[in-house]
Structure formats: C-alpha cells, structure tokens
C-alpha cells in the first residue's frame, strides 16, 4: 500500500511565503513524475507543478516566477515553495505521483493523490 501525506498548508497574507512538502510512503520501487494540482471552490482541479524523476519542472502560467518545485528522491518527497503569494492561490492543494510498488517480479505502476492541504492566502 502506497500512500502521500502532504504538510505546510494554512493562512499566510498576501506577499507572504509557505512551504508544502509530500511525503510517499510504503512499498515503493520506484517514483516517475511528481506533482502539485490545486482545487478553488466552484474550480476545476488544475496543475500546479510538476516534476520527473531527473529534475525537469513545468509550471502553470499563473505561478512561473513565484512558486518553485523541488524533491528529494532519497526521502520520496517532493516540496512546493510558494512565494509572493496572492489571494487567488486559495485553494486546496493536492500531491499526486507516479509510482512503481510491489515487488521486482510483479511491479504495479499507479497514480496516487494526496488528501489535500488548505492554503489561504488573505488580502
């Protein structure tokens, strides 16, 4: 069984910094592509960022510059830096990722998702 806890949301005021980290756990071989998506009320779920396993990012347009992606593969986390933060960044933040479990001889690859973490940011 693989699960992500996800960390670090809450209510910063607008321009302000938060960290949110996600952690995977269980029986992992191995992790492809991590994310951040984010859901606002009456919203659909969008990406946020995501990153591969060799460290190339993208972005949605409406965080490039402020929020920064990063993971530790070591530790099967992956951290969203969240900069000069805006009242539209508001949303519930979800971790997903790509992941191998099991065992060698029999791997299961699937999509896992956090429980999601609030961010409010206030004007």
């Known amino acids: 069984q693989v699960q992500l806890v996800e960390s670090g949301g809450g209510l910063v005021q607008a321009g302000g910094s938060l960290r949110l980290s996600c952690a995977a756990s269980?029986?992992?071989?191995?992790?492809?592509?991590m994310g951040w998506y984010r859901q606002a009320p009456g919203r659909q779920r969008e990406l946020v960022a995501r990153?591969?396993?060799?460290?190339?990012?993208n972005y949605a347009d409406a965080v490039k510059g402020r929020f920064v992606i990063s993971r530790d593969n070591a530790k099967n986390t992956v951290y969203l830096q969240m900069n000069s933060l805006k009242p539209e960044d508001t949303a519930v933040y979800y971790c997903?990722?790509?992941?191998?479990?099991?065992?060698?001889?029999?791997?299961?690859?699937?999509?896992?998702w956090g429980q999601g973490t609030q961010v409010t940011v206030s004007s």
């Open positions: 997903n990722a790509d992941i191998y479990s099991g065992t060698y001889d029999k791997p299961l690859r699937s999509d896992y």
């Open positions: 269980g029986s992992i071989l191995s992790i492809n592509a």
């Open positions: 990153i591969t396993s060799g460290g190339t990012t």
